[in-house]
């Protein structure tokens, strides 16, 4: 088994000729790791950059996942039967969930949960940009789990062999747990499909609404992805963004007509040369502006993200306080 190393970090001229060889061992591990396609664990050497690019790609996963609550959680007291308010909760609370997982999976390259938390109130941080658009109707319920939840699956099932193991492990149960989301969203898309003219047209109208911020979610046009070589270089990303934006415009093409609804894209074909699913063009000035923060509901979301946080610094204060006294009687016994 390959030795495994501690990570070293500064630029070799501060190190001492035994910090310089281990780093040198280090790279060497680090190389034949990504040549193999194997993973790389927490307590490995890696490049300080390799650190950086996984702490910025799953930070801005997890907070993701937290500022994504906000536009369903919106609809859990107007879910329409006791049924569908009960899953859209378990469904809020998973993503929850996945936040903590991937603050974990951040933490174990040495970023603290706190200062990552820090860094999104104070608007310094990256999440998806679709979770920056209004949920006006409960059809946006079925489009969000059937078209968000679905492209989050396309992206993230490749994650689920990521070169870091923390992260492709959580991805393997985020993945799991997407699927099921997934599914909830197209039932309430088939059922409102098929009932009266009016929730059909409200159905129809949330997949138009969705539809393009939801294959913006995969990010900028390969040609503009500024970081998308070298994540693939080091099997973190295993396919580019716009690989992965063709694969869900296929799916969606064929779900679609389960749902006897249409996607409102007139240019969406499948290129017999190329293999790739073709769609029609995108507006990126506005993908652009709603990450610069002037989407619809960038400054709704940060607000109240900001006051939830502010809410719950006192359970933060309890647990911490639980733990030192836990600690302090622990020691005692021992
Ligand atoms: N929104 O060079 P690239 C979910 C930024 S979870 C905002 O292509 P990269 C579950 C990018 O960060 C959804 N920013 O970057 C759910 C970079 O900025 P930086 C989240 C975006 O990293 C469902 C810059 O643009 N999923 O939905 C976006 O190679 C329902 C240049 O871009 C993940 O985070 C965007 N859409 O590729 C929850 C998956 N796209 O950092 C609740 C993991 C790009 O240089 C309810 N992440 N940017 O300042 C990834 O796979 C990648 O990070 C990409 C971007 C594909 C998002």
């Not at 909760?89 to 903590?100: C, P, T």
């Amino acid at each position: 088994m390959e030795q495994q190393l501690q990570a070293v970090s500064g630029a070799a001229a501060q190190q001492s000729p035994e910090q310089q060889a281990d780093a040198e061992a280090g790279q060497a591990y680090f190389d034949r790791a990504m040549a193999a396609d194997s993973r790389i664990e927490p307590r490995d050497w890696m490049p300080d950059a390799y650190r950086r690019t996984l702490v910025r790609q799953i930070s801005q996963h997890a907070h993701s996942e937290i500022i994504g609550m906000q536009p369903e959680a919106n609809w859990i007291t107007r879910a329409p039967s006791l049924k569908r308010k009960a899953i859209l909760m378990a469904k809020v609370q998973d993503e929850a969930g996945h936040g903590l997982y991937l603050y974990s999976a951040a933490e174990t390259l040495g970023t603290s949960r706190d200062e990552m938390m820090g860094q999104l109130v104070a608007g310094k941080a990256r999440y998806s940009s679709i979770f920056n658009y209004p949920t006006v109707t409960w059809a946006d319920m079925g489009a969000i789990g059937w078209m968000v939840d679905g492209a989050a699956i396309c992206n993230q099932v490749p994650l689920c062999r990521a070169s870091f193991g923390p992260y492709g492990r959580a991805m393997v149960r985020v993945c799991k747990e997407e699927s099921f989301h997934q599914r909830q969203g197209f039932e309430i898309l088939l059922e409102l499909a098929n009932g009266t003219p009016a929730q059909k047209q409200m159905a129809q109208d949330a997949v138009n609404r969705w539809y393009a911020p939801s294959l913006m979610m995969f990010g900028p046009p390969d040609d503009d992805s500024p970081n998308s070589k070298q994540s693939m270089a080091w099997n973190i990303k295993r396919f580019s963004n716009d690989e992965l934006r063709s694969r869900f415009v296929g799916m969606m093409a064929e779900q679609v007509k389960v749902l006897g609804l249409s996607l409102p894209d007139a240019e969406i074909r499948f290129n017999e040369e190329t293999k790739k699913w073709e769609h029609g063009a995108l507006d990126w000035d506005e993908f652009k502006e709603v990450l610069a923060g002037r989407g619809p509901c960038n400054a709704q979301r940060m607000e109240r993200r900001r006051e939830a946080h502010e809410g719950g610094a006192w359970v933060r204060e309890a647990a911490t306080a639980y733990a030192a006294k836990m600690a302090a009687k622990n020691e005692v016994a021992a």
